[in-house]
T-cell receptor, first 116, second 113 residues
């Protein structure tokens, strides 16, 4: 299993500013993922972040808006840039690791972002 | 392409009665299917996973799901609901060249005393 922490747990931000969300894992993992959960909706994958390579973004998400860093095997950051109210969501990171279920994904508690 | 459809956005049951949360999937590959649970203000937790082994999968907290290829379904069941089961449940599919998870829209389970 993996224990994942995220900082901040929540924030309220002004339009036009940027917020960096941190994801810390208690073990080394190869694959980390960032998801967005808009109010009342399901999770959508933003990007996959592997250590030592550029993040791979899903359709509809671009690096200029959601730059990602992956400096080592236990840490990643997601920045939400030039925020607008439409960016108000819960942002979750997850990691893939071998566990009770082969190659299962473990999720962090999420960062609840409100943009005014 | 893969997708999942959760047929009910809300399900309400009485404590002690059976739970049925319905999920249908579509996949061009042999899929792996999951059920995750999200309690209020908490992270997602994996309940169970199907990966082409036994079609009846047992998970945590008394939940189980049956993979039915002929019906492209992966419904989640529990014989007797408990108040602590109240949460949102997501059916998820993955498969193919990547391990990308595709989430359903979720089913909110309410358990009445």
């Amino acid at each position: 299993s993996a224990v994942i922490s995220q900082k901040p747990s929540r924030d309220i931000c002004q339009r036009g500013t940027s917020l960096t969300i941190q994801c810390q894992v208690d073990s080394q993992v190869t694959m980390m993922f960032w998801y967005r959960q808009q109010p009342g909706q399901s999770l959508t994958l933003i990007a996959t972040a592997n250590q030592g390579s550029e993040a791979t973004y899903e359709s509809g998400f671009v690096i200029d808006k959601f730059p990602i860093s992956r400096p080592n095997l236990t840490f990643s950051t997601l920045t939400v840039s030039n925020m607008s109210p439409e960016d108000s969501s819960i942002y979750l990171c997850s990691v893939e690791t071998s566990g009770t279920f082969h190659n299962e994904q473990f999720f962090g508690p999420g960062t609840r972002l409100t943009v005014l | 392409a893969q997708s999942v459809t959760q047929l009910d956005s809300h399900v309400s049951v009485s404590e002690g009665t059976p739970v049925l949360l319905r999920c249908n999937y579509s996949s061009s590959y042999s899929p792996s299917l999951f059920w995750y649970v999200q309690h209020p203000n908490k992270g997602l937790q994996l309940l169970l996973k199907y990966t082409s082994a036994a079609t009846l999968v047992k998970g945590i907290n008394g939940f189980e799901a049956e993979f039915k290829k002929s019906e492209t379904s992966f419904h989640l069941t529990k014989p007797s609901a408990h108040m602590s089961d109240a949460a949102e449940y997501f059916c998820v599919v993955t498969g193919g060249a990547t391990n990308k998870l595709i989430f359903g829209t979720g089913t909110l389970l309410a358990v009445q005393p």
